[in-house]
């Protein structure tokens, strides 16, 4: 009997539950955690068991070089370990024009700058298939010196106005906590407040009854003289 309750404990599966994690990427090719939720060792709850390749959208808009200078830049097309799995194209593109197909075929570009901007684009296949295309700007040494030359004044505008704003925050906490520890004279005083600016309101309607009851024309108090000498002579 004991031997029969071991092969059927033997004998039983384990089911295991698997999810998958977020893709490091939003477009192109890139990696993702592939998690165990049940049947992890050590009683955990949740376990990596491998990272596999994930993708995304093919068009990777505009990107951001690798490194640059004011000589040289350098660009990178998207691409996962390990890089020479892939197959580069890179293409220098043109204005209304059919673009340039450039003879380096590895991942990273180097670009020395020139009078005029440049745009490049760079496609990664697999097995013959675009997996990715990503394209870049590279600006004369000029245009990246004024550009470099406005951040500063940028970034002064924005810490000024993010300065404004954490002090209006806390401002605007200090006035609610000081309200809430004081509420009943804030209460008191707006009761005060209200009941000040009730009594005259209450006094001009006053006047206003007073006013009406002497404005009464002298036709009407004859009028009522009038039936008052009739009912006694009956």
Same mark, same amino acid.
């Given at each position: ?9 033997? +004998?039983? &599966? ?28 050590? %009683?955990?709850? &949740? ?11 093919? *068009?990777? %808009? ?11 830049? @350098? ?8 890089? +020479? ?8 593109? @043109? ?8 003879? +380096?075929?590895? #991942? ?17 296949? *697999?097995? +013959?298939?675009?997996? #990715? ?13 004024? &550009? ?6 940028? *970034? ?52 206003? &009854? *007073?006013?009406?009851? /002497?404005?009464?024309?002298? #036709? ?8 008052? /000498? ?5």
């Amino acid at each position: 009997m004991c031997l029969c309750a071991l092969c059927l404990v033997s +004998n039983v &599966k384990v089911v295991k539950e698997v999810e998958y994690g977020m893709c490091t990427v939003t477009c192109g090719v890139g990696i993702r955690e592939v998690i165990l939720t049940n049947g992890c060792p050590g %009683g955990e709850s &949740k376990c990596v068991v491998r990272v596999e390749e994930c993708r995304g959208p093919v *068009d990777c %808009g505009w990107g951001k070089p690798l490194s640059e200078s004011l000589d040289s830049v @350098r660009l990178a097309c998207v691409h996962t370990t390990p890089a +020479n799995r892939f197959k580069y194209v890179w293409k220098l593109l @043109r204005p209304e024009q059919q673009p340039i197909i450039l003879v +380096n075929d590895s #991942a990273i570009l180097e670009v020395h700058r020139q009078i005029h901007p440049l745009a490049f684009e760079c496609d990664t296949l *697999d097995n +013959n298939e675009i997996v #990715a295309s990503i394209k870049f700007t590279v600006y004369t040494s000029n245009e990246l010196q004024m &550009k470099r030359s406005r951040r500063p004044d940028t *970034d002064a505008v924005l810490v000024f106005v993010l300065t404004i704003g954490v002090v209006m925050c806390i401002f605007v906490i200090f006035v609610l906590i000081f309200i809430i520890i004081n509420w009943a004279a804030v209460k008191s005083f707006w009761g005060a407040k209200a009941s000040a600016t009730r009594i005259p309101s209450e006094r001009t309607s006053l006047k206003r &009854k *007073d006013s009406a009851s /002497l404005d009464r024309s002298p #036709a009407e108090t004859t009028g009522h003289d009038d039936d008052a /000498l009739s009912e006694w002579n009956e």
